[in-house]
């Protein structure tokens, strides 16, 4: 396999100003990235420290992004903001369609992509869906036909600087099924897992560069069964490890952000965050 790790995270947001306003106000360093011309769609780009972003990303034409795969997407922001797809890099995307598609994963042919910046520099890529939509369970893959610094550049500042990508969790509807779409696409064996009050369970999925978890609420009514019910399913939570954690919420807290402490970090208040679960953990 030619998956090298985590390349980024979507988040769907109304308005891409106020949302750039809004994690800077955490204390991330969110810079303008361009417009995606075929999608109708703009976005600004939060580098975290392993390489990986986050992508705020706005429709300024909804309908035509209708028309194209990101039509889930649309929908999903359609209900409220937050998380809308997640992406693994690749540095030979051609084989690893071919060995995904021999395992037995639908997976389309990769196709060409591009944004303008906006001192006009034109970036380019290759990108491959899996599962029919770039906006359900499976991540997509990406691979750069421009220099990657020219997509996004190192974090030098921020929050973003101290942080790279520990794990991410996405709500499914069945975790067997979803347990065989990952091992089809990943040539993993996930693991069963649940966490400590029992109210979640499903399965890990280990790799070198990351770990994943599928996971599908067990009882009651939380946050991971209202997604499923309102958004579908899909990229739920990302955990970003930093060196000091204690330092991270106070100085998040400081700026006014309300944070949900648990066992191991923090969660962001996704209200703050354009609806995304965003956790700070330590290393």
């Known amino acids: 396999m030619a998956i090298t790790g985590?390349?980024?995270?979507?988040?769907?947001?109304?308005?891409l100003n106020a949302a750039m306003d809004?994690?800077?106000?955490?204390?991330f360093a969110a810079q303008v990235g361009g417009e995606h011309v075929a999608?109708?769609?703009?976005?600004?780009l939060v580098a975290l420290s392993d390489g990986s972003y986050l992508e705020l990303v706005a429709y300024h034409d909804p309908a035509l992004a209708m028309k194209t795969f990101w039509g889930d997407a649309v929908r999903k922001l359609q209900v409220r903001e937050g998380f809308g797809a997640f992406v693994l890099?690749?540095?030979?995307?051609?084989?690893?369609?071919?060995?995904?598609?021999?395992?037995?994963?639908?997976i389309a042919d990769p196709t060409a992509g591009s944004r303008q910046r906006p001192d006009g520099l034109q970036v380019a890529w290759h990108t491959a869906i899996a599962g029919g939509t770039p906006s359900g369970i499976l991540p997509f893959l990406i691979q750069d036909d421009t220099p990657r610094d020219r997509r996004i550049e190192p974090a030098r500042e921020g929050l973003?600087?101290?942080?790279?990508?520990?794990?991410v969790i996405v709500a499914v509807k069945n975790v067997e099924t979803a347990r065989q779409s990952f091992r089809e696409m990943l040539d993993l064996e996930p693991r069963f897992v649940q966490n400590t009050t029992g109210d979640l369970s499903g399965?890990?999925?280990?790799?070198?560069?990351?770990?994943?978890?599928?996971?599908?609420?067990?009882r009651g009514v939380n946050a991971m069964s209202d997604q499923l019910a309102q958004r579908g399913e899909g990229l739920y939570a990302l955990t970003l490890a930093v060196e000091d954690v204690n330092r991270a919420r106070s100085e998040i807290t400081g700026r006014g952000i309300?944070?949900?402490?648990?066992?191991?970090?923090?969660?962001?208040?996704?209200?703050?965050?354009?609806?995304?679960?965003?956790?700070?953990?330590?290393?």
Request: proline share 2%; charged share 30%; aromatic share 8%.
């Open 6 to 15: 985590f390349d980024h995270f979507i988040i769907l947001v109304n308005d």
């Open 22 to 27: 809004a994690y800077r106000r955490i204390g």
């Open 39 to 44: 999608f109708g769609s703009r976005n600004a």
């Open 89 to 106: 890099a690749s540095n030979d995307i051609e084989n690893d369609v071919r060995q995904i598609r021999q395992r037995g994963l639908e």
């Open 160 to 167: 973003g600087r101290q942080a790279r990508v520990k794990q």
């Open 203 to 218: 399965y890990r999925v280990s790799a070198r560069w990351g770990s994943l978890i599928l996971a599908h609420p067990e």
């Open 258 to 283: 309300r944070v949900e402490d648990d066992a191991s970090g923090f969660l962001i208040a996704p209200e703050a965050a354009c609806g995304a679960r965003i956790r700070l953990a330590q290393v």
